[in-house]
């Protein structure tokens, strides 16, 4: 069954790839319970489990993926982000059972608004300041640098690690980090935006593609946009 909208968008990407290269998925999470949305308090985000259907989807969405001797995956510390990595892997494992799935665990760098706070006291007297407005005021350049590093700077970091990472790695290696909606936006924003506000909200596992060609540039692809990601600067 294909997927609809944006995720259908991300798989197609991720289905064009040749499995003899390097790339990397930064993808949200699958379906989770909607039912308090706007109600529970951030602290309690992880009350927020994968549905049945979101993990159904995961599973078929990593059944897709292409036949890459590698496959590892890594996650937030957030539960339906390491749910959403293990439907993946299974998915994947039960089509290509020869080729090798690691479950790499947590990264700290796919949460952007803790691992690059500069100041996590400042930074929360801004959460507390603006709200549910936190992310897009970060992402909008509305919070001091003194708080949290520029969108810009974080993404280009981020990028950077992804891009190490997979450099390390032999041929045929797919890396799929699951992190959340504001991770996808914020790098959205900053390899194809400015578009905040603009452009639908970022879909369950819905993401942009990295791809690490030794022989040409690497390129960023989300739906049918593409970035050349030597001109990102932070």
């Known amino acids: 069954m294909e997927f609809e909208s944006a995720d259908g968008s991300t798989l197609r990407l991720v289905r064009a790839l040749s499995p003899d290269g390097r790339a990397t998925l930064v993808i949200r999470h699958a379906e989770r319970d909607q039912s308090a949305e706007g109600v529970e308090p951030p602290a309690s985000e992880d009350r927020w489990q994968l549905t049945a259907s979101g993990r159904d989807q995961a599973r078929r969405f990593g059944a897709r993926i ?31 059972p020869q080729s090798k799935v690691e479950l790499a665990g947590i990264d700290p760098a796919l949460s952007l608004t803790t691992f690059y706070a500069r100041d996590p006291e400042l930074r929360d007297r801004w959460r507390a300041k603006l709200g549910e407005g936190f992310y897009h005021g970060w992402i909008a350049g509305a919070v001091p640098p003194e708080a949290i590093a520029p969108v810009g700077v974080a993404v280009a970091d981020l990028v950077a690690r992804l891009r190490t990472r997979a450099e390390g790695e032999p041929e045929s290696a797919l890396h799929v980090a699951v992190s959340h909606d504001v991770f996808v936006t914020a790098i959205r924003e900053v390899l194809f935006g400015p578009w905040l506000g603009a452009q639908p909200p970022v879909g369950f596992l819905e993401g942009v593609l990295l791809t690490w060609d030794p022989t040409g540039p690497a390129t960023a692809r989300w739906r049918d946009k593409v970035s050349d990601l030597s001109k990102l600067r932070g």
């Open 66 to 96: 292409p036949p890459f001797r590698h496959v590892y995956l890594t996650h937030t510390r957030i539960a339906r982000t390491r749910d959403t990595a293990s439907e993946i892997a299974d998915g994947f494992r039960r089509v290509h």
